[in-house]
């Protein structure tokens, strides 16, 4: 397979930009081919712009959420697993305890309160 790496930030800028003006380029080529032949429909032309903008800002709305995420509502009963907390869960179960066990990643940001909370009583309850 071809693979062109492109490390060098002047060919990768050059070929950006190559890539951009193209269809803008074809487009004008197209324009100037159309003048000589006989007159350009625009009514037709800007209805056509017209569907397929409407058709990407569609896939774009689409694209931008996630499936899964909708019409789901958590049981009504899960309220009391998270009380006196306001917190809760998209669907009102448990969050897993991997989850909440994962020390070392909270680590990497949060190194102060990390070590404020390895010293502290519930910290030093896990180990036993």
């Not at 397979?1 to 951009?20: E, K």
Request: proline share 7%.
């Amino acid at each position: 397979m071809f693979g062109l790496d492109l490390r060098n930030p002047s060919a990768r800028s050059a070929t950006y930009w190559l890539h951009v003006a193209a269809p803008l380029v074809a487009g004008w080529l197209y324009w100037l081919h159309r003048l000589a032949g006989p007159p350009i429909k625009w009514r037709v032309g800007l209805a056509y712009v017209g569907i397929v903008g409407a058709a990407v800002a569609t896939m774009v709305c689409l694209h931008s959420q996630d499936p899964r995420k909708w019409n789901v509502a958590g049981p009504a009963e899960g309220e009391q697993y998270f009380q006196p907390s306001l917190a809760r869960t998209s669907t009102g179960n448990f969050i897993p305890a991997d989850t909440l066990m994962m020390d070392d990643y909270c680590q990497k940001c949060h190194h102060d309160v990390h070590a404020g909370w390895s010293q502290s009583a519930p910290s030093l309850q896990l180990v036993q």
